[in-house]
């Protein structure tokens, strides 16, 4: 046993098979602000709040919909970074020009809305390297958009809203955020993207997001779907007055294959909630 345990730490010595450590304070310098740091990933977020976007006559919040997001999977001496960024069609060609000459890879182009105006288009992208210098990578095309990168994201002076009844529809509390309820679903299964494990916080999670404007309720989001959950989740929705807004993927590499279902509704909170976890129900996630 004691020899083996010697050859073990004379690996590590040589090839530096350690635990990795999370650079949080390296990389907040190179983004300027705080993230969070859930396990061994480092996440942040940018909420778009230079934009002023409407769906028919709601007024979507930046937390709603409109806020671009940025993980960093550490892993040993290299990592992983996946995210998705939110841009106006105007934004879209200089965005994709930089990601390209900045080394990281584009793995997604599409919407998440529909009626949207003005026009919003979201990007996926995936890198792997050391973290510091993909931080910077992805922080340079950060800069060719309107995303404001310094600033604190304000919250909404109104009363919170009273959302009791809702969360125990969908099964359990979700974050308060202002007039914003969010929640994220992990899946039951282990996903892989290029043969390693993602947790949740790499964008595996359903996520699901509620804003309250007056007596009504907005809810956007996707959901992690294996093939086979597709229409039955589809069905779940359409009956229940939430429409799905597009069907597509975040990734080249995920297997088992995975499909995200973005949708939208305005109206009765506990109406939608109800409507929400029918459609839940038809996934393998953790309630």
């Known amino acids: ?41 480092y996440r942040i ?4 709040s230079d934009l002023k976007v409407n769906v028919h006559d709601f007024k979507v919040s930046p937390g709603l ?35 390209i000459s900045s080394g990281l890879s584009i793995t997604a182009i599409h919407n ?12 996926h992208f995936s890198g792997n390297g050391d973290p510091l210098k993909l931080a910077a990578s992805i922080k340079s095309v950060l800069a060719v958009t309107g995303t404001p990168l310094n600033t604190i994201s304000q919250q ?3 009363a919170a809203p009273n959302w009791s009844t809702v969360e125990a529809i969908l099964g359990k509390s979700g974050k308060h955020n202002g007039m914003l309820l969010q929640y994220g679903f992990p899946r039951r ?12 916080a790499m964008g595996m999670a359903t996520g699901i997001n509620l804003q309250m404007d007056g ?4 809810t956007t989001g996707d ?20 429409v799905v807004t597009a069907v597509h993927n975040h990734m080249l590499f995920d297997d088992p294959r995975l499909f995200m279902m973005h949708f939208w509704a305005v109206g009765d909170p506990e109406k939608i909630a109800v409507g929400l976890k029918a459609a839940l129900d038809k996934t393998n996630s953790k309630m």
């Open 1 to 41: 046993m004691k020899i083996r345990l010697f050859f073990l730490l004379f690996l590590i010595g040589i090839y530096g098979i350690c635990p990795a450590q999370v650079d949080s304070t390296g990389l907040n310098n190179i983004f300027g602000k705080k993230g969070t740091v859930q396990g061994m990933v």
């Open 45 to 48: 977020t940018y909420p778009r």
């Open 65 to 99: 919909a409109l806020t671009s997001w940025i993980g960093i999977l550490f892993m040993g001496k290299e990592s992983m970074m996946m995210g998705d960024l939110v841009m106006q069609d105007s934004e879209e060609s200089a965005v994709v020009a930089k990601i």
């Open 112 to 123: 998440h809305l529909t009626n949207e105006q003005p026009a919003i288009k979201y990007i």
């Open 156 to 158: 909404s002076s109104g």
């Open 189 to 200: 299964e282990k996903l892989l993207e290029g043969g390693m494990e993602m947790p949740p």
């Open 215 to 218: 007596n009504v309720a907005a």
């Open 223 to 242: 959901f992690v779907l294996l093939a086979e959950e597709v229409n039955p989740v589809i069905k779940a929705l359409t009956e229940n007055g939430i």
